[in-house]
């Protein structure tokens, strides 16, 4: 089991639609990360949170450290929202030999006009 | 611009060859990371440094790898005899303790391709 999870791998909304992506975390964490990519490859960081929510335009994250879950959501979706959305977790320990943070798979999302 | 910058963003190489690539962070930042992803995961540590040192490098990391950050500011991380596993895309990032934040802002990363 990756000590980082996320769900779903792939998502396909209506332009428009509410977007939720999720993130469960097994390890002690300091941080959460939410992060895009687009197909290019370079990454974006969303946002940084260690409680609470945040919110950016039409992004939300939110985190609930008790249960080790973050979701990140997107409210009135559009087509260049389409991207891979990656949360990591910083480690609240120091990572040694795997790093001090570490990542999910991602979700791919394709947003339709 | 004063983001990460990587260079090449792409690279072509033939089994074997020997492939080095460059990270220039944040000017103000003094650590820098290097990570790989490949297709359909996340990206997965390979290295770390604060300033010149070399503090940390993935179990993952073998021997024909090497990185260096010379003078704390930019860094190359070479491969010797490439093979075809090692086509992925290599991110650096970089950041700056602030109190107790510590974010990582990516560069574009360099595609690599072993043909």
């Known amino acids: 089991k990756n000590e980082v999870e996320q769900s779903p791998q792939n998502l396909t909304a209506q332009e428009g639609e509410f977007i939720t992506i999720n993130c469960s975390y097994s390890?002690?964490?300091?941080?959460l990360h939410w992060l895009q990519q687009h197909p290019g490859g370079g990454i974006v960081s969303l946002f940084m949170l260690s409680s609470g929510k945040k919110k950016h335009g039409r992004l939300i994250a939110t985190i609930n450290i008790q249960e080790k879950h973050s979701s990140l959501h997107i409210t009135a979706s559009h087509p260049r929202d389409s991207a891979v959305y990656i949360c990591?977790?910083?480690?609240?320990?120091?990572?040694?030999?795997?790093?001090?943070?570490?990542f999910g798979k991602g979700t791919k999302l394709s947003v339709k006009p | 611009d004063t983001g990460v910058s990587q260079d090449p963003r792409h690279k072509i190489t033939k089994r074997g060859q020997n492939v080095t690539f460059r990270c220039d962070p944040i000017?103000?930042?003094?650590?820098l990371y290097w990570y790989r992803q490949t297709l359909g995961q996340g990206p997965e540590f390979l290295t770390y440094f604060q300033n010149e040192a070399q503090l940390e490098k993935s179990r993952l990391l073998s021997d024909r790898f090497s990185a260096e950050r010379p003078k704390g500011s930019f860094s190359t991380l070479e491969i010797q005899r490439t093979e075809q596993g090692d086509s992925a895309m290599y991110l650096c990032?970089?950041?700056?303790?602030?109190?107790?934040?510590?974010?990582?802002?990516f560069g574009p990363g360099t595609r690599l391709t072993v043909l």
């Open positions: 390890v002690g964490i300091s941080a």
């Open positions: 000017s103000e930042h003094n650590r």
């Open positions: 990032a970089s950041s700056t303790r602030t109190g107790t934040r510590d974010e990582q802002f």
């Open positions: 990591a977790a910083h480690l609240s320990n120091y990572g040694g030999s795997q790093g001090n943070l570490i």
